[in-house]
């Protein structure tokens, strides 16, 4: 019964920033872990970042600095703040969370079903 509806994606040009949005049908008190993955054309899909329920969050070393990942517990909703968008970041962003961090290694995180981000000139 859980759900995870992405939001905020869309077409924007190299350079420009972009907020996505994450809203929980529950209290996302309740998970201990949220995150945004993401997949590109062709390829495999991969970690964005992370945020447990103390506030705590780990990122790609690759997007780390231009990436941040937030809550508003208020609202049950998690954000990506994205800035300084490349053609790289081309890609379909996935939230998903889990209650305990052994369900989500071990794969049985709620998902959303994506928001599509195209960054081009």
């Known amino acids: 019964q859980v759900q995870l509806v992405e939001s905020g994606g869309g077409m924007v040009q190299p350079g420009e920033s972009l907020r996505l949005s994450c809203a929980a049908s529950?209290?996302?008190?309740?998970?201990?872990?949220m995150g945004w993955y993401r997949q590109a054309p062709g390829k495999q899909r991969e970690l964005v970042a992370t945020?447990?329920?103390?506030?705590?969050?780990n990122y790609t070393d690759a997007l780390k600095g231009r990436f941040t990942i937030s809550r508003d517990n208020a609202k049950n909703t998690v954000y990506l703040q994205m800035n300084s968008l490349k053609s790289e970041d081309t890609a379909v962003y996935y939230c998903?969370?889990?209650?305990?961090?052994?369900?989500?290694?071990?794969?049985?995180?709620?998902w959303g079903k994506g928001t599509l981000v195209t960054v081009s000139s």
């Open positions: 998903n969370a889990a209650l305990t961090i052994s369900r989500w290694a071990g794969d049985m995180a709620y």
């Open positions: 529950r209290s996302i008190f309740s998970f201990n872990i």
């Open positions: 945020i447990t329920r103390g506030g705590s969050t």
